[in-house]
């Protein structure tokens, strides 16, 4: 009886000890931010007299979560989400905050703020993230894809004066998640330069229209 009990113990500590030792440890989560977009240039003078007002950015759908997303160039439709790699907040809380910072630097306008600190402005920046993602390549590389648009409101009679897509596809240096959050910095600072341009030639100086 003691020989059967103590062969019994002897498998019983011998399957534990096999499942300890398959059991793979739990990947790490991974966090990231946007850092400040360097301008590629800065006025000497204001180009546009009045206040900017940048309004929260709309994202719909799994756009809003946290989770960095990502797709494959054999099946564009499927979206899917990072399980272990986060953004620090959602990508338009992030994208926002960038966005101002740029504008601020690059000494567009009188004023820029968000709705939340003014809700009265000379225009309104209505900016909506339609794509934000990596897309997995089948030679092996990688695409980090992003898509805004954006609209410019008029205070005064809330009329919409202008609306466009702004996209840009590049590929980081190499296939890690970092590589395409790095990339995303430089393709949204390309947006913006794009954006800066169409908000002059869209807003006049008093005595230039």
Not at 38 to 60: N, T, W, Y
Not at 91 to 113: C, D, G, M, W
Not at 133 to 159: F, H, K, Q, Y
Request: glycine content about 4%.
């Amino acid at each position: 009886m003691n020989r059967l009990l103590l062969t019994w113990g002897c498998c019983i500590i011998a399957l534990i000890a096999a499942g300890c030792a398959s059991t793979k440890p739990v990947p790490e989560n991974h966090f990231y931010r946007l850092v400040e977009s360097k301008p590629q240039h800065q006025f000497d003078e204001l180009q546009i007299f009045g206040s900017l007002i940048v309004d929260r950015i709309k994202a719909s759908g799994i756009l809003s979560e946290r989770a960095l997303l990502y797709s494959y160039e054999v099946s564009p439709e499927a979206l899917m989400q990072h399980h272990y790699h986060h953004w620090t907040d959602s990508p338009a809380s992030l994208i926002r905050e960038q966005f101002v910072t740029y504008l601020r630097k690059v000494n567009l306008a009188q004023h820029v703020a968000t709705d939340m600190r003014s809700t009265f402005g000379d225009y309104h920046l209505r900016v909506e993230l339609k794509k934000f993602e990596r897309m997995l390549l089948e030679n092996g590389g990688v695409e980090v894809r992003v898509t805004l648009r954006m609209e410019i409101i008029s205070d005064g009679d809330r009329r919409p004066l202008f609306i466009h897509d702004y996209s840009e596809i590049n590929q980081p240096d190499n296939t890690s998640v970092l590589a395409s959050v790095r990339t995303m910095n430089e393709v949204l600072s390309k947006i913006y330069s794009r954006i800066v341009v169409d908000l002059i030639n869209t807003i006049s100086k008093p005595g230039e229209n």
